[in-house]
């Protein structure tokens, strides 16, 4: 009997969460679109009425969690190579690219932002630490270490790296004064947090092409596809420009 009191209730439980959540997806976000995603977010719901739930983390370990069969209805990732993975192997649809994003250095510290260039920057010998995302599971950590090995400075500056979890952190991390500088994405210099410092492009690194798909295993794949076409429609294109995405 006992059991069976225990059934129901655990039944009545998740049919009245999911009533609440029938409107609504759980989308995987990586780090660098977490700003535009929350105003594209509150542009869908009042176009479509759908609630999109985010989880925001490196897109490393969102695969990772991906793979582990965690209940995504969709991935925007900050690579292609991820969810190309995904489809061959069966686990989401077809990807779209959704937006195109550049790496740049930032720093709330005055002094620093006199200086030309970003390269300039970190030859400052008064610099002790610098952050960045951790390349491994982090595009845009990625494509920074890659400018700055084409650039000869990847052994001058390894000693003073310091690794955040994706490129959020990498942010925070200047912002809160743990390191002097940190490599970022150019969204985060739009944030009212951002304004009160300065960056530098960096040339030299790789376009970051971002990839969205939908996680096969969704049970919401009509909803899901309406999110991905509205993600390519003008209405965000001037969210993604704004954010200085291409």
Same mark, same amino acid.
């Given at each position: 009997?006992?059991?069976?009191?225990?059934?129901?209730?655990?039944?009545?439980?998740?049919?009245?969460?999911?009533?609440?959540?029938?409107?609504?997806?759980?989308?995987?976000?990586?780090?660098?679109?977490?700003?535009?995603?929350?105003?594209?977010?509150?542009?869908?719901?009042?176009?479509?009425?759908?609630?999109?739930?985010?989880?925001?983390?490196?897109?490393?370990?969102?695969?990772?969690?991906?793979?582990?069969?965690?209940?995504?209805?969709?991935?925007?990732?900050?690579?292609?190579?991820?969810?190309?993975?995904?489809?061959?192997?069966?686990? $989401?649809?077809?990807?779209? *690219?959704?937006?195109? +994003? !550049?790496?740049?250095?930032?720093?709330?510290?005055? %002094?620093?932002? &006199?200086?030309?260039?970003?390269?300039?920057?970190?030859?400052?010998?008064?610099?002790?630490?610098?952050?960045?995302?951790?390349?491994?599971?982090?595009?845009?950590?990625?494509?920074?270490?890659?400018?700055?090995?084409?650039?000869?400075?990847?052994?001058?500056?390894?000693?003073?790296?310091?690794?955040?979890?994706?490129?959020?952190?990498?942010?925070?991390?200047?912002?809160?004064?743990?390191?002097?500088?940190?490599?970022? $994405?150019?969204?985060?210099? *739009?944030?009212?947090? +951002? !304004?009160?410092?300065?960056?530098?492009?960096?040339? %030299?690194?790789? &376009?970051?092409?971002?990839?969205?798909?939908?996680?096969?295993?969704?049970?919401?794949?009509?909803?899901?596809?309406?999110?991905?076409?509205?993600?390519?429609?003008?209405?965000?294109?001037?969210?993604?420009?704004?954010?200085?995405?291409?």
């Amino acid at each position: 009997m006992k059991k069976t009191l225990l059934f129901l209730a655990t039944f009545l439980l998740f049919v009245g969460s999911n009533a609440g959540a029938a409107e609504s997806l759980v989308v995987a976000v990586a780090a660098n679109f977490a700003l535009p995603m929350e105003e594209i977010g509150r542009e869908f719901k009042e176009a479509k009425g759908i609630t999109l739930q985010t989880t925001i983390s490196s897109t490393g370990k969102l695969f990772a969690q991906i793979k582990n069969w965690a209940p995504y209805d969709l991935f925007l990732a900050a690579d292609t190579a991820r969810p190309e993975l995904l489809f061959a192997e069966g686990l $989401a649809g077809e990807p779209i *690219v959704y937006a195109k +994003g !550049q790496a740049v250095l930032w720093s709330k510290n005055i %002094e620093l932002c &006199t200086r030309k260039n970003w390269q300039d920057v970190l030859l400052d010998n008064k610099l002790k630490k610098i952050g960045i995302a951790n390349p491994k599971t982090a595009p845009y950590g990625s494509v920074v270490k890659k400018a700055l090995q084409q650039a000869g400075l990847w052994d001058k500056v390894a000693g003073k790296l310091v690794y955040a979890g994706n490129v959020g952190q990498s942010f925070q991390y200047a912002a809160m004064g743990t390191v002097a500088v940190s490599f970022t $994405a150019a969204s985060f210099t *739009v944030s009212d947090q +951002g !304004q009160k410092g300065c960056f530098w492009p960096i040339p %030299e690194a790789d &376009t970051v092409v971002q990839k969205a798909c939908i996680i096969s295993r969704s049970a919401k794949q009509d909803m899901a596809g309406e999110f991905l076409t509205f993600l390519q429609s003008p209405q965000v294109q001037k969210i993604l420009n704004k954010y200085g995405y291409r």
